[in-house]
């Protein structure tokens, strides 16, 4: 899915982010996602070349990902690479209590604490606080 559909789409269940921290990926340096964020008055803000602590959770998120998920099994095809990171996916926010939201799955702490209103919470916290991690682990 490309990364405007994908923006598109979240924004309409969760709202529009004010800020988004990327890294300098080539998904994020498009002319569809600079207008994209252009029209819709969010600001990219991206992590330093070379510096992965800039966003420490997803580098941890990707290391976690990799070991449970992409190390762990085998792709026999595209579609099967598609149903197992999905099967991943639906078990880490459905059913994996994480600490930072309670010891509850997100899924849960977003129907708890309404799935807009946490959403919002924890990009206006990261964006209070660099060091602040917006996604759960």
Not at 30 to 36: A, E, F, R
Not at 57 to 63: G, K, L
Not at 94 to 122: C, D, I, M, W
Request: charged share 35%.
């Amino acid at each position: 899915m490309e990364v405007v559909e994908v923006l598109e789409r979240v924004s309409k269940e969760h709202g529009k982010p004010r800020t988004i921290r990327v890294d300098n990926g080539p998904e994020f340096i498009s002319k569809d996602v600079d207008l994209w964020v252009y029209w819709n008055h969010v600001k990219l803000d991206f992590s330093r070349p070379g510096k992965p602590t800039d966003d420490a959770y997803i580098e941890s998120f990707n290391a976690r990902f990799r070991l449970e998920c992409l190390n762990e099994r085998w792709f026999m095809s595209l579609e099967d690479a598609r149903e197992k990171t999905e099967e991943w996916r639906r078990d880490y926010n459905q059913n994996r209590p994480h600490s930072s939201l309670g010891n509850v799955p997100p899924e849960e702490y977003a129907t708890l604490n309404g799935a807009a209103e946490a959403v919002k919470t924890r990009l206006d916290e990261a964006n209070n606080n660099d060091s602040q991690n917006i996604f759960p682990t």
